[in-house]
T-cell receptor, first 117, second 115 residues
């Protein structure tokens, strides 16, 4: 069965600090998809990134970057030069391929990020 | 392009009552899935519908049910409400086949409080 673990429950930083959110996943499938979502106080889950299991290329997009390592089953997310508006709950999620996985994301417990001015 | 719309945003119900929540997906998306979010259990998958058929179901009691209409709008129903059903209910829509390859776009959720 699939599982996603976000070991960091809460992180508090001061504006302009870099912050990395950790995510470790478990799956038996060889084809799967990994996601990061952000949930501000309004409640909506905002999509940040999706990676498939065959794409280990790491990427930088503005202040965001991702580090996907299949060897350690990790999919970490870094915010560079954090801002107060980055304060939210961040979720890592896994979707397996195949019929039993239609519509199903398995989420980690979330990491509460607070960025202080 | 309109996003995923969930109605109502807030709802207060009494134990034992039933409730119906609505989700309108992004135009053209045929897959709609539902999630329950609680402080204790986190985000948990309820079920997924595609072209009016339930294709996948999470581990929830039969009091939780859903349906999808021909225009892809979906409703979920909870009967005989319990205090533990108080949660934020989120729906997500997906294009294509509704698998992770197509991604999921979430609505703002319906916050249900059972008193």
């Amino acid at each position: 069965a699939q599982k996603v673990t976000q070991a960091q429950t809460e992180i508090s930083v001061v504006e302009k600090e870099d912050v990395t959110l950790d995510c470790v996943y478990e799956t038996r499938d060889t084809t799967y998809y990994l996601f990061w979502y952000k949930q501000p106080p309004s409640g909506e889950l905002v999509f940040l990134i999706r990676r498939n299991s065959f794409d280990e290329q790491n990427e930088i997009s503005g202040r965001y970057s991702w580090n996907f390592q299949k060897s350690t089953s990790s999919f970490n997310f870094t915010i560079t030069a954090s801002q107060v508006v980055d304060s939210a709950v961040y979720f890592c999620a896994l979707s397996e391929d195949g019929g039993t996985s239609y519509g199903k994301l398995t989420f980690g417990q979330g990491t509460i990020l607070t960025v202080h001015p | 392009k309109a996003g995923v719309t969930q109605t109502p945003r807030y709802l207060i119900k009494t134990r034992g009552q039933q409730v119906t929540l609505s989700c309108s997906p992004i135009s053209g998306h045929r897959s709609v899935s539902w999630y329950q979010q609680t402080p204790g259990q986190g985000l948990q998958f309820l079920f997924e519908y595609f072209s009016e058929t339930q294709r996948n179901k999470g581990n929830f009691p039969g009091r939780f049910s859903g349906r999808q209409f021909s225009n892809s709008r979906s409703e979920m129903n909870v009967s005989t409400l319990e205090l533990g059903d108080s949660a934020l209910y989120l729906c997500a829509s997906s294009s294509g086949g509704g698998t992770g390859n197509y991604g999921y776009t979430f609505g703002s959720g319906t916050r249900l409080t059972v008193v």
